[in-house]
């Protein structure tokens, strides 16, 4: 292994010893809180997650904290009763590769109460705990939880087939015979990072007699998700998710045809929320008031949402916070351009259920905010008054804010403040509660700078977008840039701790993270700016933010720059690669979109290709030629006989977003035109998230970009 390389390794290797925050939680009394970590396990290549507690005083500082964290990496879904009499888990054991169960253990204070072999029950397949379905929630009386599942398929089997005689069971299970010959019907599931996840049910326990009961009423053809039990306990509330005419991929696509729904335990159904509208995360304030976000299904996959209301014992849905086209300011004078996150918090109001807590992406930043749930008065209470952080809330409770803060120079802690007075929350206060891990000297170090862009001779109303500057605090050196454009293409850039840029920072390159104009967080009108125009408006805002770091910052050299990008960060580092093939040292790219035309007839959110291209997603009719042709030539396989650069490709064999064949039909064209390419393929999706494939896809991609500087 060469030097350089074993430099690469030697600061991925430090960079993965750092926690990462994924949770928090306080107890009823808000004294005592419990942090999730999760830090990459080398050896056992995976993650380890693990937790933390910490008890708090009457003014909310530390008096004393766990001596050690404890293991949870097989906890899957938790939950502690209202009054906190029990604990419940959802543990997933894996004996082998492909074998797994699923337990359901309930705790009291004292000892393990209950233990349930959920596998072995075979009443339902694989209880879900991801974050567009998954929820383990307690009714008020604390007798029962209710989670949600894969549906229980019936047995199948070929027309033809000998066996045993069959006789009729007497044993009450219902089981019928298997139906014959419809063991390969196809079944289509909900895509990237949820694949064999194709119908949902809602499930409901209870612990006296420790029976379990799949929730009828559910109306066929539709998912349900994210419930939680009614105040009253005799109802759930969730959403339910559309699947016909087919099920679109549903990670980080909030566009998706949905209802807020209650469903009684005896099987009374009622949608709750309107038609046209693709909703999520409902909330039930202490007074039995609903809240949740909403949008108008289709179009980009993720846009800004409103803040819905439904007050108890009505079918009346008011609006609290509207979709914001542009900017309104806060009560204390901040600008707020909208709500874009993807979930509200699982505990979210004030003790008396009048104000909501929560937070959003705005600009190059996480802020979070109380929204007054009368007036709609929004404040912003983010902990950046002294540094600039990211500030996500994690739980509210007792009136006291939990919220988990970083930047790209601090790795993420727990901070805590009692929530103000109605009026007076401008004056929210937050002290610190974690302190268990610093960045390394390198990235503590290094110089962090926003960006406000605009284009001087640009018709388009919205001219104007974001980007994060990141550079090494060194001295009489310079520098080279790495052009990092967001995937999506409707997120965002922000600035939170990135274990991928301090490995860049630690190993001397600056980077610029671009938010250009169609990323959220920046008002309605730049999130729907890009339609029609990708390929254009990225690719410039990309072009304007380079040219303007190389005349403002001389430490930068013009003769090492690079690009990183993947998905749709991809398709824009391909553009300019293609557009400018003399300005770039070599790029790396991971899981491409290289093609719009090809993409649309197999990714699992194929809508985007359309939306993005100008158009209105339908698959009625006929197959439209001129669009078709649209994808062709905005994308950047239309420029690939052009590209100079040196070029690397990351790719998951698992990839339902941005199938691996773009990235091989683009390579197969590199290399006929003579450009220096090289392919990785990766088991995995398309995050490229798994350990393994981690540390070989960052590790290369550093060593890529070594291998090309220009000294």
Known sequence: MSSQLETIVAAYKTLTKIPSLSGGKLNKAANKVTAKWSVRNLDKGKNTTYATSYTLDSELYVTDESDFGTDISNEILSAISPRENYKAIIREEKNGKDTKKQYLEVWNTNTLSQSVDLTALDIHGDVYADSEFGSLDWSPDEKALVYVAEKKLPKFEPYIKRKAEEKPKLDGSGETAPKKGEEYIYRQDWGEQLVGKHLSVVVVFKLATETFTVLSGVP????????????????????????????????????????????????????????????????????????????????????????????????????????????????????????????????????????????????????????????????????????????????????????????????????????????????????????????????????????????????????????????????????????????????NFVNAYSLEAALFTTLGFALTRINYRGSIGQGEANVRSLLGHIGDYDVKDCLLTLTTLLERDEMLCPENIFLNGGSYGGLVVAHLAGLYPDKFRAVVMRNPLIDLASKANYADNYDGCAAESGFDFTEKGPVSEDQLLAMRRCSPIAHVHKVKAPTALMLGSGDKRVPHFQGLEYARRLKANGVPTRIYMYDDNHSLSSPAAEMDNLINGAHWFMEHLQL
């Open 220 to 491: 066929d053809g539709m998912c349900p998700g994210q419930v939680r039990f009614s105040p009253d306990g005799n109802s759930v509330v969730g959403v339910v998710w559309e699947t016909e005419p087919r099920r679109l991929g549903l990670i980080f696509c909030t566009n998706r045809p949905s209802y807020i729904f209650e469903c009684t335990l005896d099987g009374a159904f009622r949608k709750l929320s309107g038609d046209g509208l693709a909703v999520r995360s409902p909330r039930l304030s202490p007074t039995g008031d609903l809240v949740w976000l909403q949008r108008e299904a289709g179009g980009p996959h993720h846009a800004g949402h409103q803040l819905v209301l439904m007050k108890k014992n009505t079918n009346t849905i008011t609006t609290v916070v509207d979709i914001v086209e542009t900017e309104i300011k806060t009560a204390n004078g901040y600008s707020f351009h909208g709500l874009y996150s993807q979930a509200l918090p699982n505990r979210c109001f004030s003790a008396d259920g009048k104000r909501i807590v929560l937070s959003t992406p705005q600009q190059t930043e996480i802020r979070a905010y109380v929204v007054d749930i009368e007036s709609g008065s929004i404040t912003d209470i983010s902990n950046n008054r002294g540094s600039p952080y990211s500030t996500s809330v994690v739980d509210v409770r007792s009136d006291v804010i939990l919220v988990a803060c970083s930047s790209l120079v601090t790795p993420g802690q727990l901070y805590i403040a009692r929530l103000p007075a109605s009026g007076s929350e401008a004056a929210t206060s937050w002290s610190r509660v974690t302190c268990n891990c610093d960045a390394t000297a390198a990235v503590a170090a290094a110089r962090v700078r926003y960006l406000q862009l605009q284009h001087a001779h640009c018709t388009h109303s919205v001219n104007s977008f974001s980007a994060i500057y990141m550079a090494p605090n060194v001295e009489n050196k310079q520098f080279p840039l790495i052009v990092w454009p967001h995937g999506g293409p409707h997120s």
